[in-house]
């Protein structure tokens, strides 16, 4: 009774100051195709979109950890987005949060907004008036949501392939972006994409919880593009992780994460920047003959990485050792040849 009151008291003034555009304020043509989901397993939420329209990231997905997820596209009004976390996070389920924006909306004929909270819980919305062919499929935990597309066909493809995926949330995401560019996608062509991935309990550090949150702007094949740079992620991901390692104490954890990410992409994604810290990590704990061949590979791809190992010492991430520095720089040159 308490929760339900505290919730009526947020949620009144909140629709109250809801600032949707009026019949006649110019509308933002945001018509794509979207997926919002949550991870039964993990918890995770996320959203993934593409459109033919420049920089589509910072309109359609919105995400906050703990909270939901939303796509909000077609003529689209970005306010969905924080009005929708905003009233999943006093208690709304996902389904209430949309109703209730949605009858506030004097242009909800134009709007498609898909949301799904914490508990899994999924809405989705398609105005009558959005331009064909438009439509939605609410699955367990997602919902994929379409406009403008060059086929009825797209939207019930993305559930497919989302249902049948392997793997974590981001991948699963962007097999259901292919899917629909697999039944022509945007009648229009490509532009921009996004995804954005959340945890799925709220730690208080946004700059923790938000594990995924890359955008394409504009690219011939944004989908693509956006596979490319989820990869190039999980391999900084585990650079991350060798840092944190490192800075702990823990060297021999931290040399597994760096060779995890030297094995997710090549040397080149990362400028070697992924074999140059193994390659440190090993000389540090005294293991030179086997960093060398690492520091080789980061040498090969930028030879300015000589000079950083020059400059390691005084940060403490290597020895003050004249002699070790030089006879580092000089085999990983020699390694290089």
């Excluded at 459109?51 to 703990?66: K, Q």
Aim: proline share 5%; aromatic share 6%; glycine share 8%.
């Amino acid at each position: 009774m308490r929760a339900s009151l505290i919730s009526t008291m947020v949620l009144s003034p909140l629709l109250a100051t809801t600032s949707f555009a009026q019949p006649d304020s110019p509308l933002r043509p945001i018509t794509t195709y979207s997926i919002v989901a949550r991870d039964s397993v993990t918890g995770q939420l996320g959203v993934a979109v593409q459109s033919h329209w420049f920089s589509v990231g910072p309109i359609v997905p919105w995400a906050e950890a703990g909270v939901g997820a939303v796509a909000t596209q077609s003529f689209a009004e970005p306010a969905y987005g924080p009005l929708g976390l905003e009233l999943m996070r006093v208690g709304r389920s996902a389904p209430e949060a949309l109703k209730a924006l949605v009858s506030t909306d004097a242009d909800e004929a134009v709007r498609q907004v898909a949301m799904v909270d914490t508990q899994g819980r999924v809405a989705a919305h398609t105005g009558g008036r959005c331009i064909q062919a438009a439509g939605h499929h609410v699955g367990n935990h997602y919902s994929v949501q379409a406009n403008l597309m060059e086929s009825s066909t797209v939207w019930e493809a993305m559930a497919q392939a989302y249902e049948s995926a392997q793997g974590d949330l981001a991948e699963r995401l962007l097999v259901a972006l292919e899917a629909a560019e697999g039944e022509g996608g945007d009648l229009r062509g490509r532009q921009s994409a996004a995804i954005l991935i959340v945890s799925g309990e709220n730690s208080g550090k946004p700059w923790v919880d938000r594990l995924f949150d890359l955008r394409v702007e504009d690219h011939p094949d944004p989908v693509a593009e956006l596979r490319r740079l989820v990869q190039l992620q999980r391999a900084y991901i585990k650079l991350n992780e060798g840092d944190e390692l490192w800075t702990k104490g823990n060297v021999e954890e931290a040399m597994e994460a760096y060779r995890q990410a030297t094995n997710i992409v090549p040397d080149q994604a990362t400028n070697g920047e992924a074999p140059f810290w193994v390659g440190v990590t090993l000389a540090a704990s005294g293991q030179v003959d086997e960093a060398i061949p690492y520091l080789a590979r980061a040498y090969q791809q930028d030879t300015r990485w000589a000079e950083l190992v020059t400059r390691l010492p005084n940060s403490g991430l290597l020895p003050k050792d004249q002699k070790l520095i030089d006879d580092l720089v000089r085999r990983m040159k020699k390694g290089s040849e």
